[in-house]
């Protein structure tokens, strides 16, 4: 794999990370574009040592690294933000203090979200396309797995949002249930197409339409449905049930014509 602009290797040198993959990760989340697409994410906050979308890009690379909580980027056994190797291959001169990446996260905004969504999805796309080809040209079909997953929090907290009591890991947890979708790719093993979050008390059964749909809506085809074939009949046969309903409305009125004139008639006598 080539490096991506920005990286220069003129003489090996050797350096020393604890965290070794997350430096191939974020090679290649600049050669496929993703940190790029993320610099352009628009965060309402001023930039000062950091700017708000290199914290945004330091909040990834936090989940890529297996961090549970955000004060582990500059308090946990092997701190992130000493990392320059990582930040190097992430195209980042340093990484800030978690105490950072946490207001800037306060000051996301929908349309953060929203932009963030979009280039993960511009990224991937490639890649599920292929898979999709794949699948289709190989197997003729496509398999999706879908289910949700526990994702539980502290159970005496009372700052996350929308969280509920539910099953989770063979318990009784407070926390959110995650609505997981992927394609089986012979590629990748398994290639994930979304996750939407709902309170931890959701069930799987009142889910399987919404998964079925996330999963379409990203791989962009779907199977002919006998719901398709019952609204082209419907839209047939209106044009025929105009015409009855027409047919009865004259019938009716020669019906309210013909009283008319028999009580007329019965009236002279």
Request: charged letters at 20%; aromatic letters at 8%.
């Amino acid at each position: 794999m080539s490096l991506p602009p920005g990286i220069v290797q003129d003489t090996p040198r050797v350096t020393r990370t604890a965290h070794a993959m997350l430096v191939p990760w974020g090679l290649f989340a600049r050669q496929i574009g993703l940190v790029q697409r993320l610099q352009q994410v628009p965060i309402p906050q001023r930039a000062r040592e950091h700017t708000p979308q290199a914290k945004l890009t330091e909040f990834l690379v936090s989940i890529l690294g297996g961090w549970a909580y955000l004060q582990d980027i500059s308090a946990g056994p092997h701190p992130l933000d000493h990392d320059r190797t990582v930040a190097e291959a992430w195209g980042q001169a340093a990484w800030a203090d978690y105490s950072g990446v946490s207001r800037t996260l306060n000051a996301c905004r929908p349309e953060t979200v929203q932009a963030v969504r979009q280039a993960v999805a511009q990224v991937s796309s490639p890649f599920i396309d292929r898979e999709v080809l794949f699948a289709l040209q190989e197997d003729g079909v496509l398999v999706y797995d879908g289910d949700l997953a526990g994702r539980p929090v502290s159970s005496t907290s009372t700052t996350y949002e929308g969280a509920t009591f539910g099953w989770m890991d063979d318990a009784v947890q407070l926390g959110y249930q995650g609505a997981l979708v992927s394609l089986r790719s012979r590629t990748y093993g398994r290639l994930w197409l979304s996750v939407t979050p709902h309170p931890g008390h959701t069930v799987s059964c009142t889910q399987a339409e919404a998964l079925v749909r996330a999963a379409e809506a990203r791989t962009g085809v779907r199977p002919l449905r006998r719901t398709d074939l019952l609204a082209g009949r419907i839209q047939q046969h209106q044009g025929e049930l105009l015409q009855a309903e027409e047919w009865l409305a004259q019938r009716r009125e020669r019906c309210r014509r013909g009283q008319a004139q028999l009580a007329e008639v019965a009236g002279r006598w």
